[in-house]
């Protein structure tokens, strides 16, 4: 489940192959289609999350 984690300072999902945690905020969400939501990490790294399970 990509929305996976509240603490206190917001969402957060952990990004797969070690990407890290990544903030659910505009600076690192990328975009979206039909199936994925698009994200970047801190370092700059891109990851996809199917959007259905």
Do not use: C, W
């Not at 917001?10 to 990544?22: E, H």
């Amino acid at each position: 489940m990509l929305l996976n984690r509240v603490q206190k300072n917001g969402v957060r999902t952990d990004a797969p192959g070690g990407g890290g945690k990544i903030p659910l905020i505009p600076k690192y969400f990328q975009g979206e289609d039909d199936d994925y939501v698009y994200l970047k990490n801190f370092e700059g790294k891109d990851y996809k999350y199917p959007k259905h399970s």
